[in-house]
């Protein structure tokens, strides 16, 4: 069977009033512990399988759970056991067997957790949902971690019940969206465990326990040939989606509040990525699948802003000011305007993790374009009337055919169409003196052919080899370009490689392997050119008050002039590029 639910984090400040509104109706407290099972090689995480042994108060249950078809369901099969045994026969004949057949390790308890949980049902206009609210701990070997999430779960009704009642709640108690099952979490605690039994230096220990909670990069989407627009819109949004929501959960601290800062601008650089690519998509896809309401597409903009402000504090510190110092720079007070909220304020604030369950709601069900290009994809293109008048074939007779229509009833709706076309002259007074020459018209047996749609290779080719050719356009009067139009074109160039990135699986691998090394060499440029000209803009308030300022103002315009040689040269190589769209 399939569920389908949402789960947030809960965070510290406010789960003494959450638990006290779970328990203000029939709630009911169940203790619940699991324990997970997996190959030394992690051969079931690795083909996205989870499997379980859970004693829910005093029965045994045992689970399977595999990934849906979006990113709120989950595929779970449930059997109940006398006890601690984990029985495989029970999936022979099921889709999983053939998984499960072939594991080469032998199975073994891999992690555990232990919670206590509280269950209460909601109802709203849209169906009834059940609340299950966990505080407890996910063990590995020697390692623990604190699990303080609360589960939305569908037990009737329509999808938008879940996005209903996590959406209040979470406007009441700070809610954090995050995408890791305990599952997931219990895996990646299991290899940390297992790695830290090797490692006896301090260093290596701590970099393994940072790498726990690493940057989460852009993955790449399979898209099925014969997806709809609207379909594989939904399916590059919700992959975008899942890196933002990602690094924002370890910005958040989720896991780490009040313990260590895991969050760090990595986070934030990729947190934005997964925004520019989510922007990108809309670009590549508008006009032929339905984009997300005004009020979330300004959200983007704003939140994006919002962290940038973060990031360009980050380049400076970390890239920038270390490369002037080594180049001889005096030192002097470099205090940048501070940007108006810290990351991890914005992370965790309700009106971005609003704006997430939103955009999360929108990607589930993307619908097709109103109107623009897309309006003849679904089906195929309607005849004209002279295409119809040409082929001798009416409106009326498919209509006929529809209905089921036969004999007198089909032929008298078809000759009315065709008079309606031109078909068949339209009837004239005369006697039977004076009767004009009638020419009859015949109705052929085959139908009109039909126009076949394009399909979604040849849209997204077709837009993305437009791309390309005004980026090179651009590119090879880079020199000439002013500051704004450059960076302009550093945004296009970006939009391009997401593009092509979503596009992948629908191209040839060999051209497109060719094309992303050239482009990727243009963006390398063009990226250091960004952060050089944000930095010049600082030393350059900063030569106000201090004159040592001028030596980094000096050094950005000496580097700036290589940066522009160096561009030409990318943009001369990425002219000979292959094109994949052929």
Not at 121 to 132: D, L, M, P, W, Y
Not at 177 to 205: I, P
Not at 373 to 394: C, E, K, M, Q, Y
Request: proline share 6%.
């Amino acid at each position: 069977m399939s569920e389908q639910e949402l789960k947030l984090h809960v965070p510290a400040a406010s789960r003494k009033a959450l638990e006290q509104e779970v328990k203000q109706r029939d709630a009911s407290r169940i203790r619940l512990h699991a324990m997970y099972f997996d190959t030394p090689d992690r051969e079931l995480a690795r083909a996205r399988v989870a499997i379980r042994l859970r004693r829910e108060g005093n029965v045994w249950v045992q689970t399977l759970k595999t990934p849906g078809n979006n990113a709120i369901t989950r595929i779970e099969l449930n059997h109940p056991r006398p006890g601690p045994i984990l029985d495989l026969s029970v999936y022979a004949g099921t889709e999983v067997e053939a998984t499960l057949a072939g594991l080469k390790g032998e199975l073994g308890l891999r992690y555990e957790t232990d919670v206590t949980r509280l269950i209460r049902k909601v109802r709203n206009r849209q169906g009834t949902v059940e609340i299950a609210y966990d505080r407890g701990l996910l063990r590995a070997g020697a390692l623990e971690l604190p699990i303080s999430e609360i589960e939305f779960e569908l037990m009737s009704g329509k999808p938008a019940a879940l996005f209903t009642a996590a959406r209040a709640w979470l406007r009441r108690h700070g809610l954090v969206m995050d995408a890791r099952s305990k599952s997931e979490r219990g895996d990646r605690l299991a290899r940390l465990a297992h790695t830290l039994d090797g490692l006896q230096d301090d260093e290596a220990r701590a970099a393994a326990i940072d790498e726990f909670w690493t940057s989460t990069g852009a993955r790449n989407v399979r898209l099925d040939p014969a997806m709809s627009p609207a379909q594989a819109l939904g399916a590059v949004a919700a992959e975008c989606l899942d890196q933002i929501i990602r690094n924002a959960a370890v910005l958040a601290e989720v896991d780490t509040d009040g313990i260590r800062k895991a969050g760090n601008p990595e986070h934030v650089h990729q947190l934005r990525v997964g925004m520019r690519r989510l922007r990108s998509a809309w670009r590549l896809y508008d006009g032929w699948a339905g984009l997300p309401p005004a009020p979330l597409q300004e959200g983007i903009r704003t939140f994006f802003a919002a962290f940038g402000a973060n990031r360009d504090q980050d380049v400076l510190q970390e890239s920038i000011i270390p490369a002037l110092v080594r180049a001889g720079m005096p030192t002097f007070p470099m205090e940048a305007p501070p940007p108006s909220a810290p990351s991890r304020e914005i992370a965790a604030s309700p009106e971005f993790q609003g704006w997430l369950l939103d955009m999360l709601e929108w990607s589930l069900d993307v619908p097709a374009a109103a109107t623009g290009p897309a309006s003849g994809l679904a089906g195929a293109a309607s005849p004209s009337s002279d295409a119809i008048a040409a082929n001798g074939v009416t409106a009326g007779d498919e209509a006929a055919t529809t209905l089921g229509l036969t004999g007198e009833d089909a032929a008298a709706q078809a000759l009315r169409a065709a008079e309606a076309a031109g078909a068949v002259p339209a009837p004239v007074d005369w006697d039977s003196t004076h009767a004009p020459q009638i020419v009859p018209s015949i109705i052929p047996l085959v139908p009109p052919e039909q126009e076949t749609p394009p399909t979604l290779h040849d849209l997204l080719a077709g837009r993305l080899r437009k791309w390309h050719r005004r980026v090179l356009h651009e590119g090879r009067h880079f020199a000439a370009l002013d500051i704004p139009s450059r960076h302009a074109l550093r945004k296009r160039a970006k939009r391009l490689r997401y593009g092509l990135n979503f596009t992948e699986s629908l191209l040839p691998a060999a051209k497109v392997r060719d094309y992303k090394i050239r482009l990727a060499a243009v963006q390398d440029v063009l990226g250091e050119m960004n952060d050089l000209s944000v930095a010049h803009d600082l030393y350059r308030q900063w030569s106000v008050q201090y004159p040592q300022a001028w030596f980094a103002l000096g050094w950005i315009s000496a580097r700036q002039e290589e940066l522009v040689a160096k561009a030409e040269r990318a943009f001369k190589q990425f002219g000979h590029a292959k094109e994949f769209w052929k």
